[in-house]
């Protein structure tokens, strides 16, 4: 008999079936740019400091990619590094694939995402069961890696600053996320205060999760560092 916790076949169907509709509708957005406005809309900035779209484009690329080879990885039993080179190495892939044209960078997204649904839909029992790290080294969960995806599709799409945002959010994906994020913060506070604040009570669920991500400071609230 295996050692191994059952897979919860239902959270990934959800997460992969979520984060592939999350995919389209990035996608939809950047095929919509009309080819002689590309330039200026990949050059403008985004709602991250000191990233322009096309950087935010140019880390979801990136970071389809870390997750297919943490998929190829485990499929061999090994414990994969999300980032081979660590965060140096990150930063200057995405800084070298902003610089392509809008054309190339639009085919890198694309190349990428279904890269990484061709990942979840040939990965065998042992790759769902295995493990990674991240670029500090935490340890990753492969059965957690769709919901991590659909973290980064969701939250940057809605930091591209064109019209969609945290009130947009998939409800599937906060119900899902919003637990781990209340967990992380609370783990964070100093003894005694393993809850969250009242006043963040008060919000709505998918501001509530803005908030833990940074990408909102609701009144009464102080700013949380993001993701």
């Known amino acids: 008999m ?26 939809a957005i950047v095929d919509a740019i009309d080819e002689k406005d590309q330039a200026n809309w990949f050059g403008a900035p985004s709602l991250l400091d000191n990233w322009t779209r096309a950087h ?8 389809a990619d870390s997750h297919i080879h943490l998929f190829a990885e ?3 039993g090994v414990v994969g590094k999300q980032y081979p080179g660590g965060g140096k190495t990150r930063a200057q892939g995405i800084a070298d694939d902003a610089l392509l044209t809008p054309r190339e960078l639009i085919a890198r997204v694309r190349t990428s995402i279904y890269g990484l ?22 340890v990753l969960q ?11 599709v969701e939250v940057h799409t809605s930091d591209l600053g064109v019209g969609y945002t945290f009130n947009d959010w998939d409800e599937m994906y906060v119900r899902y996320d919003l637990p781990r994020n209340t967990m992380r913060y609370t783990s964070r506070s100093p003894m005694g205060m393993s809850v969250l604040p009242d006043e963040s009570l008060a919000l709505s669920e998918r501001e509530r999760l803005a908030w833990l991500m940074g990408r909102t400071v609701p009144a009464g609230l102080t700013k949380v560092d993001g993701f």
């Open 2 to 27: 295996s050692d191994n916790p059952p897979i919860d076949t239902r959270f990934i169907d959800d997460c992969v079936a979520g984060c592939a509709a999350s995919h389209q509708r990035l996608l």
């Open 56 to 63: 935010v484009l140019a880390h979801l690329a990136r970071n």
């Open 74 to 76: 485990a499929a061999q």
């Open 117 to 138: 649904e061709g990942s979840w839909a040939r990965s065998n029992a042992q790759a769902w069961l295995g493990s990674g790290t991240n670029a500090i080294g935490a």
């Open 142 to 152: 492969v059965t957690d890696l769709p919901l991590f995806r659909w973290r980064e």
